[in-house]
DNA sequence: CATAATTTAATTGTGCACAATATAAATTTT
DNA sequence: AAAATTTATATTGTGCACAATTAAATTATG
């Protein structure tokens, strides 16, 4: 008699079946897709995203635009001062506490917010998603992104 | 009478709403996760992925890994480079075709399978996720980047 | 108060991503 | 066969990501 077959619940290491790349070529193609639509306003991806965040709210500081998005100060820096030198924010150093570098936008970054209202509508229609579906994934995300997330520092 | 309330239908600018944030977000959580994993076998998370498909099958061309993954040569060549001088694999022209550079893997490139048995089952335990939710999300991903990708070129 | 510890940004260095261009080989057209 | 085109890879340049280090300001502690 056979010996009994091995169940395939090794996981594998097969491209095509990992989440991970699933995750990363989808997240790829999603930034390709917003690509054009920001090369009108002249941002990239990620400057794009700390515009969001600054037209939620003005004159965070570095740190809090960090926590949001979950970039550190190495890759803040040097993106913020590109959208300075783009005239779109201001950086200046709080006078309560000379640590933190507030973050204010100019008014050609108020005013760049028109620019962009049309973008998540025409996303929307490149997705071919049920406002159901979007949310869905939308949410499984963030708990994927929650579930990873390293374990809190106990002193918080 | 008051007029009827607007409909919050315009799709938002809140970064907390977009899809793709909380895909890109989650992403670099996933690469970050496998980030002490891959430590072990002095590998990034790309060149995981490049191993990965040569793991599958051996002497692929760098076109052919680059549509497998997505990539350039202009990410894969200093990629490969890399993976080159770190004895993991061999860079050599074709006799049939010089255009094409073929990439075959060492015995140090086989053996590191090895190292890496462990991965996914140590990123199943991380992630908590029933089989069916992973396959679900991933399958759902797959269907996204698919639905982004660009439209075919006709001539093909 | 003095100094040690902590916090916040900036800097440095490495490795992707990706657009644009270059180069060379192969293929097709003329 | 020569010219034009296509294909495969490499190179260059820009902009993230992120680890590690530095520097300055603030807070905590003896």
């Known amino acids: 008699m056979l010996a009994p077959m091995k ?11 990992q989440l991970c790349f699933a995750l990363y070529a989808a997240s790829r193609r999603m930034t390709a897709t917003y690509r054009p ?27 809090e635009l960090g926590e949001r998005l979950q970039l550190d100060s ?16 201001g950086r200046r150093r709080r006078q309560s506490d000379e640590r933190e570098v507030e973050i204010t936008l100019t008014d050609a970054g108020h005013t760049l917010r028109e620019g962009a209202a049309d973008i998540p509508r025409c996303m929307a229609e490149k997705l071919c998603m049920s406002i159901d579906a979007f949310t869905r994934l939308r949410d499984e995300l963030k708990t994927l992104a929650t579930q990873l997330a390293p374990p809190t520092d106990p002193r918080e």
């Open 7 to 17: 169940k395939p619940l090794d996981a594998s290491l097969h491209l095509d079946e």
């Open 74 to 89: 190495g890759t803040l820096t040097p993106l913020l001062k590109r959208l300075e030198q783009a005239g779109l924010l």
């Open 37 to 63: 639509l920001l090369e009108a306003l002249d941002l990239t991806y990620p400057q794009y995203l700390v515009m969001l965040v600054l037209w939620e709210r003005d004159g965070l500081t570095v740190r």
